[in-house]
């Protein structure tokens, strides 16, 4: 065998195996890189669903809050109920729009890495809370007025901030666009609704 001949395949078979190893390296990347991109989807698919459970919690505390009591607010309940009931309304819409903060922020990210369509159930949630604060307002606008008050208008105002059951057409739409959302990003998390 000739020396040049030798040399001609040792060096097809470097060659060779350099390609080799410059496509394992690629695909190796490319296989980090789809695992990396899954983990992201996950965590974030994961933090929007926390994050719209808060809401959810939220929403119900908000229309049906609990009455619990320090005894500084016992104090200013039993003097002033309506004062006192605005003061946990109050509360609690501070904990809905906190979470709500809590998933426009996730929602944006969300956004980012799929696009608008990623975020075209919150206008519907962001409508329901806006809805909501709205009745709030207008309800304890009305009884610190100072002046005779219709008792069958200050109970309809009262009827859409407090609703005991999840059966009127505001939480169903609300749970309607939480089911939604959830069927957007669990299957992100290999799940199914």
């Known amino acids: 065998m000739s020396p040049d001949w030798v040399s001609a395949v040792a060096d097809a078979v470097v060659a060779l195996a350099a390609a ?3 496509w394992f390296g690629w695909k190796s990347v490319n296989a980090w890189q789809h695992e990396r991109k899954g983990k992201d989807q996950y965590d974030l698919s994961r933090r929007i669903l926390r994050a719209l459970y808060k809401v959810r919690g939220a929403f119900s505390y908000v229309r049906r809050p609990l009455l619990f ?5 016992n104090k200013l309940y039993t003097e002033n109920q309506d004062a006192g009931l605005e003061m946990i309304f109050q509360e609690n819409w501070d904990a809905l729009k906190d979470a709500m903060i809590e998933l426009e922020t996730e929602m944006a990210e969300a956004e980012v890495i799929w696009g608008q369509e990623a975020t075209q159930h919150i206008r519907s949630l962001r409508w329901s809370a806006t809805r909501i604060h709205g009745a709030i307002t207008d309800y304890f606008s009305y ?8 008792e069958e208008y200050a109970r309809e105002l009262y009827k859409k901030i407090y609703v005991p059951t999840d059966d009127d057409p505001l939480s169903q739409e609300i749970a309607k666009t939480i089911k939604n959302i959830e069927n957007q990003f669990k299957p992100f998390l290999g799940r199914k609704s």
Not at 69 to 73: G, K, L, T, V
Not at 143 to 150: C, S
């Open 20 to 22: 080799f190893a410059a």
């Open 69 to 73: 009591f320090s005894e500084e607010e």
């Open 143 to 150: 009884v610190r007025r100072p002046g005779p008050k219709n």
